[in-house]
Nanobody
Framework: VQLQASGGGLVQAGGSLRLSCAPS????????MGWFRQAPGKEREFVAA????????FYADSVKGRFTIFRNGAKNTIDLQMDSLKPEDTAVYYC??????????????????WGQGTQVTVSS
């Protein structure tokens, strides 16, 4: 499975961006996908995730109410709509996919496949 992330960029605080992640290869075996981010000098952290079969979503407390993860059927991607962006959202964002059910969707170790990352910069 290959993951191609896109949609990053520079935006002012309070603005919006949408990230997209396109899975290819044996993507029909996936159980779910998620987004993580890594700011300079910090650990990669969980942002949001979606279970493929039930569309159940999970969010980090820091983005709840501002970010929305969803499947974009028209583009066959998993998108992350980011609204009310803050400077502290600045990071490289990675999409990830898992090929097993169960476990904690917020853990990096729960994911098998990773995209290349896309930079999001929020200016104050």
């Amino acid at each position: 499975v290959q993951l191609q992330a896109s949609g990053g960029g520079l935006v002012q605080a309070g603005g919006s961006l949408r990230l997209s992640c396109a899975p290819s290869g044996r993507s029909f075996y996936l159980y779910g996908m998620g987004w993580f981010r890594q700011a300079p000098g910090k650990e990669r952290e969980f942002v949001a995730a979606m279970m493929w079969r039930t569309s159940t979503t999970f969010y980090a407390d820091s983005v709840k109410g501002r970010f929305t993860i969803f499947r974009n059927g028209a583009k066959n991607t998993i998108d992350l709509q980011m609204d009310s962006l803050k400077p502290e959202d600045t990071a490289v964002y990675y999409c990830a996919a898992r090929d097993a059910s169960g476990g904690d969707y917020s853990l990096r170790t729960s994911y098998t496949y990773w995209g290349q990352g896309t930079q999001v910069t929020v200016s104050s």
